[in-house]
């Protein structure tokens, strides 16, 4: 199942990154792919303040993972671009996967052979036109997963 979303400006993008982390459940996976700038550290940051994280989120372009513990469930935060050469076999990314908390995973497409078979991917786009327009394609693999974006969809038409 795949859905479409377009969101103008930061506030927009972070809003409904925030409803997305009120929906999902314990264990959840969501990969984010996209150019530089296209905004997946902010939709990381208003996916946090969903769960109720307070603490300043941070891209993990140099450290791979940051963790936040203290909102409604745990968030690990992964920037993968940097494992592109050497993949992540070595790394225990599955102790992050198959744990209680919510995975979202920048540039997982670098080492897809270690990622969760079911998950979102939410691939982001800017407009050519207006640099403040992102177009979220959002797909789901398997049935929560489509549960949850079918959920995030019903919301939006009201």
Not at 16 to 30: D, P, Y
Not at 33 to 59: C, D, M, N, P, V
Not at 78 to 84: A, I, Q, T, V, W
Request: proline content about 2%; aromatic content about 6%.
């Amino acid at each position: 199942m795949t859905k479409v979303f377009e969101t103008n400006g930061e506030a927009e993008t972070k809003a409904l990154a925030s409803r997305l982390a009120q929906l999902v459940k314990s264990g959840m996976t969501i990969l984010l792919e996209g150019e530089l700038g296209a905004g997946k550290t902010t939709f990381t940051k208003g996916f946090a303040e969903g769960l109720g994280i307070e603490r300043i989120i941070k891209s993990p372009t140099y450290t791979l993972i940051r963790e936040y513990t203290q909102g409604r469930l745990p968030l690990y935060h992964m920037d993968l671009y940097r494992l592109e050469n050497t993949g992540a076999e070595e790394m225990g990314l599955d102790e992050y996967f198959d744990g209680e908390g919510i995975c979202i995973v920048e540039w997982g497409s670098v080492v897809e052979e270690e990622l969760p078979q079911n998950h979102l991917l939410i691939q982001m786009d800017t407009s050519l036109i207006d640099i403040n327009q992102r177009t979220l394609t959002i797909s789901a693999v398997g049935e929560a997963y489509e549960k949850v974006l079918k959920e995030l969809e019903d919301e939006r038409k009201d």
